[in-house]
């Protein structure tokens, strides 16, 4: 651990202006969550038998695990690699990560017409089905990265047990089972970390493979057989531009310094994993010949456009200038192009190139669906502004806090 | 960690990934379906539209159904209609090229793939492909995710989204429950044309190519669902190009076929998994490996 900075609970309050905003964004997803499990998908939702699966797939579901891919990608490099300098930005991601796949796993059970059977697939195996794959991998994983997370709880109270009233009597017995966790944690952790690592390749991989079996109903442009490795490496290039993001978003509403050194390193390792992506990408069109379709002017081929030029191949370029690894703003700006590229290939793969043969109306997202899912995405906004003011995932220089701090939030 | 050795790591690689992913037996999907099993050939060169399969498809399934008379309402042909949760089987009309002013109605219901892409979807197995070749949803099982609808070529599982209990899949049955009281399916039991056949599949493409080969004017020379998805269970007989009665145009490749693949390269027997488990081990182990590296997670 690096000696000047360590991570500390934030010694911040919790409502702000921005706050509240998301609180009421919150509060109005859950009304609408609650039509939902009242009156049924159909009540909130404008899915329908040729469009079964809408936002709350394509977003909550497939954009969030995308999304969280900082999680295994910064594990990878800090954990398994070793490298000392990233250890900071280890335990933000591994908390997006955590709060993300706690939500991709509430988009699930609100999203499946029988939530209350959500536990099935624990039981009820298919093999052949790239659903099943994803969800127990998901699953899995979702416990690996509690189990993850547990040694920044331990250590947030470890020797500061002090349990009100009559309970007081029971610190020294609880100080003693945080002791004993802690040392147990210690010596097993890695079998998580690389469980951790290998779990997420297998389930982001298998995303890709879902759409598969769609078949000619989805567009050329994104039906190929290497969509799981095309998911791999897009999640792989996803990981470190959310972190940056995060990590800088979390500095400005916080008030910090941002750790620029470990960003920019961050950001340089980006490009070649980009770069990757972006040969597979163009290459499997150069062999399939979807090109063509490039050729008509329609939502696919502008939305194919949008991804790769914006999605990748500017941010590439942006990420292999010093100028921009060394600027805050240009480096939050090229990691958002990343971060909003892969959400819009998520949605892209599940939504826009889903073209079912016999439409008989077009799926458009209703308001309350958005509204669920904004509200969704507040409140993990607002798990995440709590839990780094109580546990010590953000990492503060060890001298004293500059006392003239000023914080604004940021969505 | 400094005193572990890279056989236990292995070890714990092993233990770990059998216990993470599904078995490499049931990943092998495509088990070959029982060849006396049981199909409908539809010859739509005969069907008039009169909607009585859908009309008896309703009674034999519970399902509210008006009144027979009301099917006589041919003003429902004005805009195509596709089986849903209320219906499990739909006919709709189409121009005819050859013959204008002579439209040809086609019903369209479950296709009772022989290799069904529903099937291997499924998250939970919900649905199976039965002996006798119906491919039937086990209520019990499903979860309601609807990646069956995802998955079929033929567009046809249908959901229950109104309902906030227990919503179910909705799709032909192939007359599962009655065929087990010895019966045939309620729309080939109605239909006054005899529109349909039923029988054991392999006699079905029999007599199909045989009416092809006797009467070339009447049909095209096509038997529909005979390669498609690697062959339904449903026939299809029809006088005019199929992509003109909105058929899917769809290869002989079973649906699942490609997508199994890719699962069973990931996971083949867990050797991917496992050996990306060990190497990530090993380039942990190797990173970390200065005697005085105390171990922090
Ligand atoms: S037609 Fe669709 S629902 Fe019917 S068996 Fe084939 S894949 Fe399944
Ligand atoms: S909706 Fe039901 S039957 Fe369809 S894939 Fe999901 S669990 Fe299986
Ligand atoms: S076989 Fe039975 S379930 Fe299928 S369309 Fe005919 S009547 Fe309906």
């Known amino acids: ?411 | 960690m400094a005193n572990l050795t890279r056989r236990e790591f292995l070890a714990g690689a092993a233990v770990l990934g059998a216990g993470l992913t599904p078995s490499a037996a049931q990943a092998s999907g495509g088990r070959s379906p029982a060849p006396e099993r049981s199909g409908v050939l539809v010859d739509t060169t005969v069907c008039i539209g009169c909607r009585n399969c859908e009309y008896a498809c309703k009674q034999a399934h519970g399902l509210a159904t008006p009144p027979q008379e009301a099917y006589e309402d041919r003003s429902v042909f004005a805009r195509m209609r596709r089986p849903d949760d209320t219906a499990l089987t739909v006919v709709n009309r189409y121009e005819n090229p050859r013959k204008p002013g002579l439209p040809v109605t086609v019903k369209v219901q479950c296709m009772h793939c022989a290799q069904p892409a529903c099937v291997s979807a499924c998250i939970v197995g919900a649905l199976t492909k039965a002996e006798n070749g119906a491919v039937v949803w086990d209520t019990d099982k499903c979860i309601g995710c609807r990646y069956c609808m995802i998955a079929c070529p033929f567009q046809i599982p249908a959901f229950e989204y109104h309902k906030a209990l227990q919503p179910r899949i909705m799709k032909c049955d192939f007359c599962f429950e009655r065929r087990k009281a010895g019966r045939i399916p309620a729309c080939v039991e109605i239909c006054p044309m005899e529109v349909m056949t039923f029988g054991p599949r392999e006699e079905l493409v029999r007599i199909a190519k045989d009416r092809v080969r006797r009467f070339p004017e009447r049909y095209v020379s096509h038997v529909f669902g005979e390669f498609e998805v690697g062959g339904t269970d449903w026939l299809y007989l029809s006088g005019v190009d199929f992509a003109a009665l909105q058929f899917p145009r769809l290869g002989r490749s079973p649906a699942p076929g490609v997508s199994e693949s890719i699962q069973h390269g990931i996971f083949a027997y867990f050797i991917p998994p496992v050996s990306l488990y060990a190497l990530l081990g090993a380039v942990m182990w190797i990173a970390k490996h200065s005697p005085e590296s105390g171990e922090e997670a």
């Open chain 1, 1 to 411: 651990m690096d000696r000047f900075m360590r991570p500390t609970p934030l010694p911040r309050r919790f409502l702000t202006p921005g706050v509240g905003v998301l609180i009421l964004l919150a509060l109005n997803g859950l009304v609408f969550l609650a039509g939902r499990l009242l009156f049924g998908i159909g009540a909130v939702t404008n899915l329908s038998n040729q469009y079964p699966w809408g936002i709350w797939i394509g977003i909550d579901v497939a954009a969030g695990v995308a999304l969280a891919a900082g999680g295994f990608t910064t594990a990878a490099l800090g954990h398994v690699m070793h490298r000392e300098q990233y250890h900071a930005v280890v335990r933000p991601a591994l908390l997006t990560a955590l709060l993300g796949y706690t939500f991709v796993a509430l988009g699930v059970c609100i999203d499946i017409g029988r939530p209350y059977y959500i536990w099935h697939p624990l039981v009820m195996w298919n093999g052949t089905s790239a659903l099943f794959e994803v969800g127990i991998c998901v699953v899995i994983y979702i416990h690996v990265l509690y189990i993850e997370f547990l040694p920044v709880a331990v250590e947030r109270f470890l020797g500061r047990v002090a349990l009100p009233g009559p309970l007081a009597r029971l610190n020294p017995l609880a100080e003693r089972l945080l002791a004993a966790l802690d040392r147990g944690l210690a010596r097993t952790m890695f079998v998580f970390i690389i469980a951790g690592v290998v779990l997420s390749t297998l389930h982001q991989s298998s995303l890709g493979t879902l759409m598969v079996i769609a078949g000619p109903k989805m567009h050329p442009l994104w039906q190929t057989p290497i969509l799981p490795l095309l998911f791999l490496l897009s999640a792989v290039s996803v990981g470190f531009p959310m972190v940056i993001l995060e990590s800088l978003l979390a500095a400005r509403s916080f008030g910090l310094k941002p750790e620029m050194s470990v960003l920019a390193g961050l950001g340089r390792m980006t490009a070649p994993l980009l770069g990757v992506y972006l040969a597979f990408k163009i290459g499997d069109m150069f062999v399939r010949e979807t090109f063509v379709h490039l050729a008509t002017f329609n939502t696919a081929s502008v939305m194919f456009m949008v991804e790769v030029l914006f999605g990748v191949v500017i941010p590439l370029r942006m990420f292999m200038s010093r100028a921009v690894l060394k600027s805050p703003a240009l480096l939050l700006t090229a990691s958002a192009l990343v971060v909003a590229g892969v959400a819009v290939n998520r949605v892209d793969n599940f939504l826009i190139a889903y073209t079912p043969p016999y439409s008989l109306r077009p799926y458009h997202p209703a308001f309350g669906e958005v509204c669920v899912t904004v509200g969704f995405i507040s409140l993990l906004v607002l798990l995440y502004r709590a839990a780094v003011l109580l546990f010590p995932v953000i990492s503060l220089p060890d001298r004293t806090l500059s006392p003239k701090a000023k914080y604004t939030v940021h969505g």
